[in-house]
């Protein structure tokens, strides 16, 4: 079956994922190839809200596919108040391939997919990060050799990065330990289908308190900001909360000696991430930034040929 939009991870089987970073692995290791596959092709990038990855990485990979970028600012739509999603969505098919959408609520892009007959990305709504996991678990296979029966510790907010790193564990069969905060746990009703998903493959996904015991034996330690696009009101009771959160050597030390550490970035050194682990040896979130370029280029290959 082909899908038509890239909303969640929940919404694609694994086998289907599997192929797309199958793809993403073979568009990395012979761009030349994908040169021509999208020629002519338009897309739209509607950022509500700010980015650098994202951004650069939907237009260059667009134009290395042989199509191009047209980039929209908040301002320039005001997606629901200039006018509805669905007019936009209606009024965007007529013109252009295909829409990348990065916003607040996710019923957002939900919206506008079903009122348009291209395919809708989601890069990046308060709910979830699905490009972001994806090259996230591209750096995995390539730094660990699998995906299956990996240890990963999710250190901090159970945001948008985490729920995306869930559903992902479950379609890929890692193990995922969250260690959060009281209050900041990832939605219940993701972690339960994720739990339920995480059968068919051999995953796991544990929602723990204590960050040193999510740490202990992990092959991969991942943390997000504090603070997400949206949430500055909370900034300072944040930084309260998630004290004993950062991620720092006294942590680093617990996991496996050949650990990586993962940031989906833009990182905060001295808040949740210490500068002596990202900027050590163990950190590949450049590698991991790399990525979000050719997996994003194998989602487009895969929705806009
Ligand atoms: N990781 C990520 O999505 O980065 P940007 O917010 O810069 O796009
Ligand atoms: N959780 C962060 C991710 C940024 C890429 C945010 O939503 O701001």
Request: with cysteine; net charge negative; charged share 25%.
């Amino acid at each position: 079956m082909k899908y038509k939009d890239f909303l969640a991870l929940r919404d694609w089987p694994s086998a289907d994922l599997l192929n797309m970073l199958l793809l993403a692995r073979s568009v990395k290791a012979e761009p030349a190839k994908y040169g021509r596959q999208l020629e002519g092709r338009a897309l739209a990038v509607i950022m509500e809200k700010p980015s650098l990855r994202t951004r650069v990485s939907f237009e260059a990979g667009i134009c290395q596919l042989g199509g191009f970028a047209i980039n929209l600012s908040s301002g320039e739509i005001s997606l629901g108040k200039r006018e509805s999603v669905r007019d936009v969505a209606k009024t965007l098919e007529r013109m252009v391939q295909g829409i990348v959408v990065r916003t607040f609520g996710h019923d957002i892009v939900e919206e506008m997919a079903k009122h348009t007959s291209i395919p809708v990305i989601n890069g990046l709504t308060d709910f979830a990060h699905p490009c972001q996991a994806m090259a996230d678990y591209l750096t995995i296979l390539e730094t660990k050799g699998d995906i299956n029966g990996v240890r990963i510790a999710y250190i901090g907010d159970g945001n948008n990065v985490a729920h995306s790193l869930i559903f992902g564990a479950a379609r890929f069969g890692a193990h995922l330990a969250v260690a959060a905060p009281a209050g900041y746990e990832p939605d219940p009703n993701v972690t339960r289908q994720a739990m339920a998903d995480a059968a068919e493959t051999g995953g796991k996904i544990e929602i723990l308190r204590d960050p040193l015991e999510a740490a202990t034996d992990a092959d991969v330690i991942y943390t997000d900001v504090w603070t997400s696009m949206g949430q500055e009101d909370e900034n300072e009771k944040r930084q309260r909360d998630f004290a004993g959160y950062q991620v720092n050597d006294e942590m680093a030390r617990l996991a496996k000696p050949d650990y990586v550490f993962m940031h989906c970035l833009p990182a905060h050194r001295g808040e949740e991430v210490a500068a002596s682990v990202i900027d050590s040896k163990h950190s590949i979130v450049f590698q991991q930034a790399e990525n979000r370029l050719h997996v994003q280029k194998a989602v487009l290959l895969e929705l806009m040929s």
